[in-house]
Nanobody
C-alpha cells in the first residue's frame, strides 16, 4: 500500500525559511516522478514543483528561485526547501506521486499525502 506522509509545516514570518519532507512507502520511490502541490483557502490546488527520477526539476513561476525540490532515494524522502517565504505562500502543501509509467508498470492512480499547513505572517 502506497503511503505518503508530509511534515515540516508551521508558522513563520515573512522572509523566513521552512523545509518540508514527504516520506514515501509501499512503492519504488527512486523510479517515480514526484510533485509538490499547495492549496490556499478558496483556491484550487496548484502544482508548484516536480522532480523526475533522473533529478530534473520544474517550478511554477510564483516559487521559482525561492523554492527547491529535491529527493533522497536512500531514505525514500522528497523535500521542498522554501526560502524567502511570503504571506501568499500560506497554504496546505501536499506531495503527490502522479499516475504514470514507472519501471515498465503503469500506475493508474495518483497518490497524495495528507498535507501539511504552512502559514506565513506579515
Amino acid at each position: 500500500q502506497v503511503k505518503l506522509v508530509e511534515s515540516g509545516g508551521g508558522l513563520v514570518q515573512t522572509g523566513e525559511s521552512l523545509r518540508l519532507s514527504c516520506v514515501v512507502s509501499g512503492t519504488t520511490f527512486s523510479i517515480m516522478t514526484m510533485e509538490w502541490y499547495r492549496q490556499a483557502p478558496g483556491n484550487q490546488r496548484e502544482l508548484i514543483a516536480s522532480i523526475t527520477a533522473d533529478g530534473n526539476t520544474k517550478y511554477a513561476e510564483p516559487v521559482k528561485a525561492r523554492f527547491i525540490i529535491s529527493r533522497d532515494n536512500t531514505i525514500n524522502t522528497l523535500y521542498l526547501q522554501m526560502n524567502n517565504l511570503r504571506p501568499e505562500d500560506s497554504a496546505v502543501y501536499y506531495c503527490k506521486r502522479p499516475e504514470g509509467q514507472y519501471g515498465g508498470q503503469y500506475f493508474a492512480i495518483d497518490r497524495w499525502g495528507q498535507g501539511t499547513q504552512v502559514t506565513v505572517s506579515s
